[in-house]
Antibody, heavy 124, light 107 residues
Framework: EVQLVESGGGLVQPGGSLRLSCAAS????????MSWVRQAPGKGLEWVSL???????HYADSVKGRFTISRDNSKNTLYLQMNSLRAEDTAVYYC??????????????????WGQGALVTVSS | IQMTQSPSSLSASVGDRVTITCRAS??????LNWYLQKPGEAPKLLIY???SLQSGVPSRFSGSGSETDFTLTISGLQPEDFATYYC??????????FGQGTKVEIK
């Protein structure tokens, strides 16, 4: 059974740092595209970052230069290092596995499994 | 790519047929996915590639559309379907974007 369990959330002051972890079971993190998606209180969903199986990473403009996605293959765990945190980074952060649907030569990505989320609150 | 859902909320009764629309600001072919989210829970994939039903999702859910206009239909609303629904485009990899959500409430 595929499971994703986030940890590491909490209260941090503006300008501070926090590292989120996402422990996976039932599949291999390094063989899949993995993403972080966040949801501010009462708001919609925002894609934050992803890491491809090959190791290439991408970030939303809103976090570029401040957040770093990584993984530990030996622990089958995904991470999100968040630095220079701002009030607008306050959100529930979800890790999500990327699936893909092949149509001819086209690959259509989607998020097929999600963790339960970790709340990050940035406030003084 | 901007994704716009309508309506933002709706009230319906158990057994009703419900339709939610999602419009993309530019053509995205069928790179469109639908998710359901209940309060305090993570999103759950319902439909991928515009019309393909995710394994385990009841057949009362269906999706259609292509290019810029998409629809999620629930045929026979059940009590467990009252939730918020999001569309998501995966055309502009990797900067995927979501619609603002449609909240389905009990009438």
């Amino acid at each position: 059974e595929v499971q994703l369990v986030e940890s590491g959330g909490g209260l941090v002051q503006p300008g501070g740092s926090l590292r989120l972890s996402c422990a996976a079971s039932g599949f291999t993190v390094s063989s899949n595209t993995m993403s972080w998606v966040r949801q501010a209180p009462g708001k919609g969903l925002e894609w934050v970052s992803l890491i491809y199986s090959g190791g290439t990473t991408h970030y939303a403009d809103s976090v570029k230069g401040r957040f770093t996605i990584s993984r530990d293959n030996s622990k089958n765990t995904l991470y999100l290092q968040m630095n220079s945190l701002r009030a607008e980074d306050t959100a529930v952060y979800y890790c999500a596995r990327g699936g893909v649907h092949i149509v001819g030569v086209t690959a259509i990505p989607f998020f097929d499994y999600w963790g339960q989320g970790a709340l990050v609150t940035v406030s003084s | 790519i901007q994704m716009t859902q309508s309506p933002s909320s709706l009230s319906a009764s158990v057994g009703d047929r419900v339709t939610i629309t999602c419009r993309a600001s530019q053509s995205i072919s069928i790179y469109l996915n639908w998710y359901l989210q209940k309060p305090g829970e993570a999103p759950k994939l319902l439909i991928y590639a515009a019309s393909s039903l995710q394994s385990g999702v009841p057949s009362r859910f269906s999706g259609s559309g292509s290019e810029t206009d998409f629809t999620l239909t629930i045929s026979g609303l059940q009590p467990e379907d009252f939730a918020t629904y999001y569309c998501q485009q995966s055309h502009s990899t990797p900067t995927w974007t979501f619609g603002q959500g449609t909240k389905v409430e009990i009438k």
